[in-house]
């Protein structure tokens, strides 16, 4: 409410230098009714030109900073919102204070505190990251990667979006001072993207969709870049398993290395809080051991994947239970546990 009021006020050329001035005081009240007010007026303010038509630009930025680190959570999201805007009222500006920006983003991203705060700083910092070059990011560039992967699996369904939205932008952004570093990432965390391609979510699952489709290049296996596109490309409906069952053949031709850090990373996904993410982890798993010669490849531990999917044929889902069943008949039929 009160930033519709802003934005009207704005809108209006009501606001005045003199106003202004006269709200600056409020960002330090006592009162965090007027901090709130007050900072979400500033934050309104950083989208219109008139911040550095009056000049105003350095002053509401410092304040926005040290709004960043109030004790009010709605303080901080304001204050976070603020920073973003910048890129509407005053884009040319942006590269220039771009260090300052990303410094109290990312530190916003782990604010022990309030989901909103963090939601709104990944909002802010995809604004940010659409005006820039991977030169421009700098050494945050690192700092931002690891905190991005940290939502990959939370869950709060809007902080897992937004994370597979900023790790796209970052992997569009990334041509050659990064591109090392970032593959690294991917290898750490494409397994959890292929997992949420079947997010609960069906609006995460779709970001989940792109990010992967941006991220698998970096793998560096080019048929199986290729395999991947033909799942991918387009709006076509995917299907998951089909996809799994090509990566997994053409990583055991290819990159056996890779198979073993899916199936390693897979397995971890068994007591997942999300009963699809169960399913489908204990699917995968499947169907890589359909894949992998298991007299020459020592890494499946079968004892105790036998011992994890008996666990999960009692799983409070039904879906879980019936997958762990089929895939404990396909990799030993008539086997009991112990023998």
């Given at each position: 409410?009160?930033?519709?009021?802003?934005?009207?006020?704005?809108?209006?050329?009501?606001?005045?230098?003199?106003?202004?001035q006269?709200?600056?005081?409020?960002?330090?009240?006592?009162?965090?009714?007027?901090?709130?007010?007050?900072?979400?007026?500033?934050a309104?303010?950083?989208?219109?030109?008139?911040?550095?038509?009056?000049?105003?630009?350095?002053?509401?930025?410092?304040?926005?900073?040290?709004?960043?680190?109030?004790?009010?959570?709605?303080?901080?999201?304001?204050?976070?919102?603020?920073?973003?805007?910048?890129?509407?009222?005053?884009?040319?500006?942006?590269?220039?204070?771009?260090?300052?920006?990303?410094?109290?983003l990312?530190?916003?991203?782990?604010?022990?505190?309030?989901?909103?705060?963090?939601?709104?700083?990944?909002?802010?910092?995809?604004?940010?990251?659409k005006e820039?070059?991977?030169?421009d990011?700098?050494?945050?560039?690192?700092?931002?990667?690891?905190?991005?992967?940290?939502?990959?699996?939370?869950?709060?369904?809007?902080l897992?979006?937004?994370?597979?939205?900023?790790f796209g932008?970052?992997?569009?952004?990334?041509?050659?001072?990064?591109k090392?570093?970032?593959?690294?990432?991917?290898?750490?965390?494409?397994?959890?993207?292929?997992?949420?391609?079947?997010?609960?979510?069906?609006?995460?699952?779709?970001?989940?969709?792109?990010?992967?489709?941006?991220?698998?290049?970096?793998?560096?296996?080019?048929?199986?870049?290729?395999?991947?596109?033909?799942?991918?490309?387009?709006?076509?409906e995917?299907?998951?398993?089909?996809?799994?069952?090509?990566?997994?053949?053409?990583?055991?031709?290819?990159?056996?290395?890779?198979?073993?850090?899916?199936?390693?990373?897979?397995?971890?996904?068994?007591?997942?809080?999300?009963?699809?993410?169960?399913?489908?982890?204990?699917?995968?798993?499947?169907?890589i051991?359909?894949?992998?010669?298991?007299?020459?490849?020592?890494?499946?531990?079968?004892?105790?994947?036998?011992?994890?999917?008996?666990?999960?044929?009692k799983?409070?889902?039904?879906?879980?239970?019936?997958?762990?069943?089929?895939?404990?008949?396909?990799?030993?039929?008539?086997?009991?546990?112990?023998?």
């Amino acid at each position: 409410m009160r930033e519709c009021v802003c934005w009207l006020l704005l809108r209006s050329g009501l606001i005045t230098p003199e106003i202004i001035q006269s709200l600056l005081p409020w960002v330090n009240s006592p009162s965090e009714n007027h901090r709130v007010t007050s900072t979400a007026f500033l934050a309104q303010l950083m989208s219109d030109p008139m911040l550095r038509e009056k000049k105003f630009l350095k002053p509401v930025l410092h304040i926005l900073e040290e709004k960043s680190h109030d004790r009010n959570s709605i303080v901080r999201q304001m204050a976070v919102r603020g920073l973003g805007n910048l890129v509407y009222g005053a884009p040319e500006k942006l590269k220039k204070h771009k260090k300052f920006l990303m410094v109290i983003l990312i530190r916003a991203l782990s604010d022990p505190f309030s989901s909103e705060v963090i939601g709104e700083s990944m909002k802010a910092v995809a604004k940010v990251l659409k005006e820039l070059k991977e030169k421009d990011i700098g050494s945050s560039f690192r700092d931002l990667t690891q905190e991005i992967r940290t939502y990959f699996d939370n869950e709060d369904d809007a902080l897992r979006l937004w994370s597979f939205v900023l790790f796209g932008i970052l992997a569009r952004l990334t041509k050659r001072k990064w591109k090392g570093y970032f593959a690294e990432q991917v290898r750490q965390s494409w397994v959890t993207l292929l997992l949420h391609l079947q997010d609960p979510n069906p609006r995460v699952s779709v970001e989940c969709r792109a990010t992967f489709h941006l991220c698998v290049p970096f793998l560096g296996l080019k048929r199986l870049q290729t395999a991947v596109n033909e799942h991918l490309d387009g709006t076509a409906e995917l299907k998951p398993e089909e996809l799994q069952v090509d990566i997994c053949r053409h990583l055991a031709k290819e990159n056996a290395e890779l198979l073993e850090n899916l199936y390693k990373s897979t397995i971890m996904y068994f007591f997942s809080r999300w009963e699809e993410i169960r399913a489908v982890a204990v699917k995968l798993a499947g169907i890589i051991l359909e894949h992998t010669d298991r007299q020459r490849m020592k890494w499946p531990n079968l004892d105790h994947l036998l011992m994890s999917l008996q666990f999960l044929k009692k799983d409070p889902s039904p879906s879980v239970q019936l997958v762990a069943t089929e895939v404990l008949n396909d990799i030993c039929p008539g086997r009991v546990l112990g023998e």
